[in-house]
């Protein structure tokens, strides 16, 4: 079974729209962080948000926010009045494990390719 | 602020070649991570260093690939012999941290390997 899912292949929004891309994870550690990355299509890769498993708020930073749901094992980017630059790959990505036995390297996902039409 | 360092950003060899991949972690970072990216496979982990000790390979494909940290600035991926399934884009990650809340790895420009 995939440990980070994410429907959605692509998407084509318009630019100033909020964009929503899918993450849904599987883990039975209760312990884990939860990742979006950004990749242009130069090919880095570019770290935008983390989200832990205990934090009690859903992370932000500038115009991105994450939409942490525990129970549902979601988390969602959301990215508010999206820009041209914004069109890229995004990928989820997990770790789990916060003791001895958990595991260091990050889980991804298959990625969604956003594009935003002016 | 320097970060994460590979080189060379692109190469290309002819299969049964060796090819060395190098990695400067950003300084004062204690763990290293090797990532693969292929369109079929996606994004995968192929070993990690924590203190310059390998402490999980399990992703390497095969014998024909390693991985040395000799000091805490420094990284090689080694593929001997190379061959055209290994044609991916190598990326090079660091972390600051053990614990999740300084979890955050950085990565590299990556390096695009194409093997004729």
């Known amino acids: 079974a995939q440990k980070i899912t994410q429907t959605q292949p692509g998407m084509f929004v318009q630019e100033k729209e909020a964009v929503t891309l899918d993450c849904t994870y599987d883990t039975s550690d209760p312990s884990y962080g939860l990742f979006w990355y950004k990749q242009p299509s130069s090919g880095e890769m570019i770290f935008l948000i983390y989200q832990g498993s205990y934090d009690q708020q859903n992370a932000t930073e500038g115009r991105y926010s994450l939409n942490f749901q525990k129970a549902r094992k979601s988390a969602n980017l959301v990215i508010s009045a999206s820009q041209l630059g914004d069109s890229a790959m995004y990928f989820c990505a997990m770790r789990e494990g916060d003791s001895g036995g958990g595991a260091d390297g990050l889980t991804f996902g298959k990625g969604t390719h956003l594009i935003i039409q002016p | 602020d320097a970060g994460v360092i590979q080189s060379p950003r692109h190469e290309v060899t002819e299969m049964g070649q060796e090819v060395t991949l190098r990695c400067k972690p950003i300084s004062g970072h204690d763990y290293l991570f090797w990532y693969r990216q292929t369109m079929m496979r996606g994004l995968e982990l192929l070993i990690y260093f924590n203190n310059n000790v390998p402490i999980d390979d399990s992703g390497m494909p095969e014998d024909r690939f390693s991985a040395k940290m000799p000091n805490a600035s420094f990284s090689t991926l080694k593929i001997q012999p190379s061959e055209p399934r290994d044609s991916a884009v190598y990326f090079c990650?660091?972390?600051?941290?053990?614990?999740?809340?300084?979890?955050?790895?950085?990565f590299g420009p990556g390096t695009r390997l194409t093997v004729l």
């Open positions: 990650a660091s972390r600051g941290g053990r614990f999740l809340s300084t979890d955050t790895q950085y």
